[in-house]
């Protein structure tokens, strides 16, 4: 029986972050992405899962700001990858879970994401919760949960890593 673990990165994971964000979205995109949010320290929460003691999947959560009546600091969860070889084991929804815990003992309060209403709706995402946001994403797949008071409405504003997606 497989066994999923999961913990924060260590600096000599990244490469093989890297690989699993590269077969997983089957472009350098994503790894970049990863490596331009650390640059630039808008890191909010990243953990890895391992299979077996190899890594399988990851998860990073960047700052999002929402400006409106007031500036609400939020998280963006952006991107989740699991190695092509290890989808379809629970490792994407362990990430979630895990990821979950740790946001909500920090203390965050609303998490956006861009994907799939079908699998992140799974882990309480929802269009209904994002419809009041003004953003570059807006659209069908744009989702957000709440976990605690958050706004309803504003403008989301992305760390200046996504403008070079």
């Known amino acids: 029986m497989s066994s999923i673990s999961i913990r924060t990165p ?6 093989l972050i890297a690989k ?3 077969d997983a979205f089957e472009a350098p995109d994503e790894a970049q992405l990863v490596q331009s949010l650390i640059d630039g320290n ?20 960047s700052r999002l700001r929402v400006e409106g009546n007031t500036v609400f600091e939020a998280v963006a969860l952006a991107p989740l990858s699991v190695a092509p070889e290890h989808q379809g084991k629970g490792i994407g929804s362990a990430l979630i879970k895990a990821a979950h815990e740790q946001l909500i003992a920090a203390g965050e309060t ?5 994907g799939d209403p079908g699998y992140y709706g799974r882990f309480g995402y929802t269009r209904e919760q994002a419809l009041g946001f ?5 659209g069908e797949y744009l989702q957000a949960q709440a976990f605690g008071d ?8 992305y760390a200046p890593a996504f403008g070079a997606l």
């Open 110 to 114: 609303l998490a956006v994401v861009l």
């Open 150 to 157: 958050a706004p309803t409405s504003g403008t989301l504003i």
């Open 134 to 138: 003004t953003s570059p994403y807006q």
């Open 20 to 22: 699993v964000l590269e």
């Open 42 to 61: 808008n890191v909010v929460l990243e953990l890895i899962a391992l299979l077996d003691g190899v890594i399988a999947g990851h998860i990073l959560f």
């Open 10 to 15: 260590h600096l000599a994971d990244r490469p």
